[in-house]
């Protein structure tokens, strides 16, 4: 996925806010996706590898976008879908949300 290959690519002090928002978001987005089709992002995959090393590299980061939650942040979100911990409540704030 070119969006990790790229949040992989700098620092991350060295990107835009709303950068780092629209990112997350879409990250999630597709994400969900791999619920209906098993061959995408799956476990071993290098798609995968590349989701959790961005989670470790904006682990330190609260990327917030208040039409999702103030609470949690959509790094945090991706985290979770990631983990396979995420909630449907919170899934359906993100799809209403992008």
Known sequence: MKILD?????NPRE???QYKQNAFLALTY??????DDNSFCQIDSLERKKAQ????????????????????????HFQQLIEGTA???DM?????AG
Do not use: P
């Open 6 to 10: 790229y949040l992989l690519s700098k």
């Open 53 to 76: 090393q961005v989670i470790e590299i904006f682990n330190d980061e609260r990327i917030i976008l208040v039409q999702v939650s103030r609470e949690i942040s959509l790094n945090q």
């Open 87 to 89: 909630q449907e409540d």
């Open 15 to 17: 990107f835009d806010y």
């Open 30 to 35: 597709l994400l969900t996706f791999s619920e």
């Open 92 to 96: 359906e704030n993100l799809i209403q």
